[in-house]
């Protein structure tokens, strides 16, 4: 078994760099004011927060663009005082006129409005309050559909105290793990947090161990459904009701497992050989080149009592709140 300090290493190393972040911060607080300052849309807009990866502190380092730019991919909610009356495109073309005022708008989205700055990506979703949740405009719908980002976030926070820390390391893991060996569109995202929340030992101090647990534990609970062609019912844990699986083809689910299955193989047979050099081989197959050779590794594992713990937050880092945050004072990324 490799020594935990490999896999923090490797954690330091997929986390968004502080540039990153800092690109990040600067473009969703400009989209923000903006449309709250706008002369026709702020009559529309009632408030705003962030949602998505970032704001739960599970988004991994972007990918190098063509350009050679890492633009983070950052979700802004932008509640609104539209009513179910109003038509998505209608909705989702006025807020793009909006955004056009002062951003590119590359894309109109389903839900969504896609906005390039220089060095981020923004989707910009508008919502209508209903309770205690909201609803979006889908246009493939040409309705409203139940959202609840803010539950999200609630639900990733207490899941990272129940592993003591180590939950969202573990999806950033995961998300790594998932670029590295893509097997088809989905799953991605969320859904993958849900996996890691249903499959992995919360108990578990060593990542490898921890990581490698959880896909035999998915592989077990899913590859003979998948086999089959029978693909499982995961309730969206902020929208009950809501099947997270729903938009997974099962091709894609199928593929998904069977890369499941065969780097659990792999992952025990590196946990279990005494070999370093052929577990750093197997790991690398699985996570990629950025897994850390030993001359590499460095002692970013911190140990307390005798034990490894995660890493802690880097200082200077930010906290995302798990209520809507206002424009003017961003608490920042994480």
């Known amino acids: 078994m490799l020594p935990n ?3 923090t290493d490797l954690l330091a190393d997929i986390e968004p760099s502080p540039t990153t972040k800092g690109h990040a911060q600067s473009a969703h607080t400009k989209v923000r004011e903006h449309l709250k300052n706008h002369t026709d849309f702020c009559k529309r807009r009632t408030g705003d927060f962030l949602a998505g990866s970032y704001s739960r502190d599970t988004a991994i380092r972007p990918r190098r663009t063509a ?32 955004l056009r005022d002062e951003f590119t708008v590359e894309r109109i989205n389903k839900r969504s409005v896609r906005v390039l700055t220089t060095n981020s990506e923004i989707d910009v979703v508008p919502v209508i309050p209903v309770d205690d949740i909201y609803e979006l405009p889908d246009r493939d719908l040409e309705g409203w559909k139940l959202t609840n980002p803010p539950g999200h976030n609630t639900w990733s926070t207490a899941r990272n105290k129940d592993f003591s820390g180590r939950f969202k390391p573990l999806v950033k893991l995961f998300k790594w793990w998932r670029r590295q060996n893509k097997t088809g ?8 947090e849900v996996l890691v929340a249903k499959h992995a030992p919360s108990g578990e101090l060593h990542y490898g161990e921890a990581f490698t647990r959880m896909l035999e534990n998915i ?19 902020g ?10 083809s099962m091709t894609d689910w199928k593929a998904f497992i069977a890369r499941v299955k065969s780097h659990a193989a792999s992952a025990r047979k590196a946990q279990d050989t005494a070999d370093n050099d052929e ?30 713990t995660a890493i802690a937050p880097a200082a200077g880092s ?14 920042g990324f994480a």
């Open 5 to 7: 300090s490999r896999f």
């Open 67 to 98: 350009d050679g730019l890492d633009r983070p991919d950052v979700d802004i909610i932008i509640e609104t005082s539209f009513s179910k009356s109003d038509t998505p495109i209608d909705v989702l073309n006025e807020l793009a006129d909006a």
């Open 185 to 192: 569109k989905r799953p991605k995202g969320f859904v993958l």
């Open 219 to 237: 592989r077990d609970a899913c590859a003979r459904d998948a086999e089959n062609g029978y693909k499982p019912y995961i309730d969206d844990p």
């Open 239 to 248: 929208l009950s009701g809501n099947n997270i699986l729903s938009k997974v």
């Open 279 to 308: 577990a750093t081989d197997l790991w690398r197959g699985i996570f990629g080149e950025r897994f850390p050779k030993p001359l590499a590794a460095t002692a970013s594992a911190r140990s307390v009592g005798g034990t490894t």
């Open 318 to 331: 930010f906290v995302f709140p798990d209520v809507p945050a206002t424009p003017t004072s961003p608490r």
